[in-house]
């Protein structure tokens, strides 16, 4: 078994890069996903991912 993603409900997905851009971690791809109303942020971890996901409604 393995962990394929996390994700982390953020206020500000800008500010969340940053941060997480500060720690070492890099963004694969980011994308707005208008039927779940959210901008979504992938960092690789491993074979893992971390998801930042920022409401946008």
Known sequence: M???HIGI???NLEDA???FEA???KVKGIEEVKEQKVK???LPVG???I???E???
């Open 51 to 53: 998801e930042l996901l």
């Open 23 to 25: 720690l070492g971690f």
């Open 17 to 19: 890069i940053k941060t």
């Open 40 to 42: 979504v942020a992938m």
């Open 47 to 49: 074979e893992s991912k």
């Open 9 to 11: 409900a953020v206020k």
């Open 2 to 4: 393995r962990i394929d």
């Open 55 to 57: 409401a946008t409604a």
